[in-house]
């Protein structure tokens, strides 16, 4: 398994990223996605999920309104479109897949197995 994230780097508040990540390795149109970053001594927070099929996407508060996630099965690729950007969400984000048994159950929390090896996204002016 290998996801291989891309599309870090450093914006103004108020600016954009578009975050993708290469997945090989496995049947990625079976797998439900998720993004999830972390800062320096803080715990993981996942900031989007997205069903196998694209069908759902779930957000938490944090970032409601300003991220988009989405997936092309036909390339292997998930993406994250960051907008509204804000120095709170600066951190490292990973590309983290959901183990096969929780597909469709993101309700009963966070599940993740695999992780890429994240991009940095610092916002700051």
């Known amino acids: 398994v290998q996801l291989v994230e891309s599309g870090g780097g450093m914006v103004q508040p108020g600016g954009s990223l578009r975050l993708s990540c290469a997945a090989s390795g496995f049947s990625f149109s079976n797998y439900d996605m998720t993004w999830v970053r972390r800062t320096p001594g803080g715990g993981p927070e996942w900031v989007s999920y997205?069903?196998?099929?694209?069908?759902?996407?779930r957000y938490p508060d944090s970032v409601k309104g300003r991220f988009t996630i989405s997936r092309d099965n036909a390339k292997n690729t998930l993406y994250l479109q960051m907008n509204s950007l804000k120095p709170e969400d600066t951190a490292q984000y990973y590309c983290v897949r959901v183990p096969v048994q929780y597909r469709n159950s993101w309700t009963l929390g966070p599940k993740y197995d695999y992780w890429g090896q994240g991009t940095q996204v610092t916002v700051a002016s």
């Open positions: 997205i069903n196998f099929s694209g069908t759902i996407t």
